[in-house]
């Protein structure tokens, strides 16, 4: 099973958008809903802030949110804030009943 | 709190065996799946498979089957992950993570370094 692909890195200046893809193919994204994303920062685990495509769970900003084209996952950040800067992965359940991840975006805030 | 706390860092010999527990508090262990995934230095993140801690039925990911075991001890609320013939390439932090849609908890990550 291949890794998801993302870019290594995005940056944003505060209060701008930015978005991250996540690039699978119809035996992971493409195939079913269960795609996730992850925010980490070094030193802390990783934390859920988005599930099943486009949920949030409880107590994760509405700056996140998500959505998935094809085999292309996304994960878009409004309002770009200092805090956001962190690494980024997404992760998809796939058709061998396995889950992958990708490799992770680096955030930075100009 | 709820958290999975997971045993500490060790160095292990090619060849040797390590078992790596992780720790549920806060909640009900035989509630959820706990995977395991590993993050070698310098790659991304590897998944490597699940225990259902109720009825102790694993999945292992095809690359560590036969030499990884996942097990539980539901007195401790604690899951384990056994890995043997260790090489260089194990070299890595290992974490254990609950599936709850998605993995919405993770434990702090344990490093295991293969070193003779």
């Not at chain 1, 035996?27 to 070094?42: E, L, R, T």
């Not at chain 2, 958290?3 to 509630?31: T, W």
Request: proline letters at 4%; aromatic letters at 12%.
């Amino acid at each position: 099973q291949s890794a998801l692909t993302q870019p290594a890195s995005v940056s944003g200046s505060p209060g701008q958008p930015i978005t991250i893809s996540c690039t699978g193919s119809s035996s992971d994204i493409g195939a079913y809903k269960y795609v996730s994303w992850y925010q980490w920062k070094p030193g802390k685990a990783p934390k859920l802030l988005i599930y099943d495509v486009n949920k949030r769970p409880s107590g994760v900003s509405n700056r996140f949110s998500g959505s998935k084209s094809g085999n292309t996952a996304s994960l878009t950040i409004s309002g770009l804030q200092a805090e956001d800067e962190a690494n980024y992965f997404c992760s998809s359940y796939t058709d061998s009943n396995t889950f992958v991840f990708a490799t992770g975006t680096e955030v930075t805030v100009l | 709190q709820v958290q999975l706390l997971q045993s500490g860092a060790e160095v292990k010999r090619p060849g040797a065996s390590v078992k790596v527990s992780c720790k549920a508090s806060g909640y009900s262990i035989s509630g959820y799946y706990i995977h395991w995934i590993r993050q070698a230095p310098g790659q991304g993140l590897e998944w490597m498979g699940w225990i259902n801690p109720d009825s102790r039925i694993t999945n292992y990911a095809q690359k560590f089957q036969g030499w990884v075991t996942m097990t539980r001890d539901l007195s401790i609320s604690t899951v384990y992950m056994e890995l043997s013939g260790l090489k260089s390439d194990d070299t890595a932090v290992y974490y254990c993570a609950r599936l709850n849609g998605a993995f919405d908890m993770w434990g702090q990550g344990t490093r295991i370094t293969v070193s003779s």
